[in-house]
């Protein structure tokens, strides 16, 4: 099955913990992305990752670091989670970054809830 | 920097009416690329249409939309709207350089009702 997949589906933790999502493509895509959908649905880009390097770095605290092994694959750490990360964390994959290849295929998502 | 516009939060229809959600966007860039993407309840954002040729529509899964740059609009329109439209609709933009990212509207929630 070709598709976006993430891990896992939900995870609950405490102010503080370190938390890790992994993100892996079948696609064959070059480009990845981390979004943040929040509790009002806003979906916005966190990271991209062209062919294992980073290329778009939005404005997020210091505490969340993707990581990328080889081009299938997006992993987000948070170092010390704070309860306004509490919300939804997809992951997308395109072709390329430009021309007709720039449709994003997006993954189930992981539900971060913060207590 | 790019930025897109869904006025509507929310839009209620009855089904067999016709479904116009809007769309503007705003970018220093010649030739945008323009999304439609659609989410379902407890899934993930699929993409429904797009496009980046000017006045030209494009149609899937009984939804078309054109864009116009003149107006910066890209607004999705279907015919007859059907129960399993309901959902989160989502327009996004790409612009010129910045090819490794969309940017996303507010998001316009469709409920139809029967």
């Known amino acids: 099955e070709t598709a976006v997949f993430q891990t896992p589906n939900y995870h609950v933790t405490q102010v503080g913990n370190e938390v890790s999502f992994n993100c892996k493509q079948t696609?064959?895509?070059?480009?990845m992305y981390w979004y943040k959908q929040d509790s009002k649905k806003l979906l916005k880009i966190m990271f991209s990752?062209?062919?294992?390097?980073?290329?778009v770095n939005e404005t997020v605290p210091r505490r969340f670091s993707p990581q990328s092994s080889d081009k299938a694959h997006l992993n987000l750490r948070i170092k010390s989670v704070e309860p306004e990360d509490s919300a939804v964390y997809l992951c997308?994959?395109?072709?390329?970054?430009?021309?007709?290849?720039?449709?994003?295929?997006f993954g189930p998502g992981t539900r971060l809830t913060v207590l | 920097g790019d930025s897109v516009t869904q006025t509507e939060g929310l839009v209620t229809l009855t089904e067999g009416l016709p479904v116009m959600l809007n769309c503007t966007y705003q970018?220093?860039?010649?030739?945008?690329?323009l999304f439609w993407y659609v989410q379902h309840l407890n899934e993930s954002p699929r993409l429904l249409l797009k496009s980046f040729t000017d006045n030209k529509r494009t149609e899937h899964q009984g939804f078309h939309a054109t864009l116009h740059k003149s107006s910066s609009s890209f607004h999705l329109q279907k015919s007859s709207a059907q129960l399993s439209d309901s959902a989160l609709y989502y327009c996004?933009?790409?612009?010129?350089?910045?090819?490794?990212?969309?940017?996303f509207g507010t998001g316009t929630s469709l409920l139809v009702d029967p």
């Open positions: 970018t220093i860039y010649s030739n945008p690329f």
């Open positions: 997308a994959s395109s072709r390329d970054w430009g021309g007709n290849y720039a449709e994003q295929f």
């Open positions: 990752y062209n062919n294992k390097q980073l290329i």
């Open positions: 696609l064959g895509h070059d480009t």
């Open positions: 996004a933009l790409r612009g010129g350089n910045m090819g490794y990212k969309l940017t």
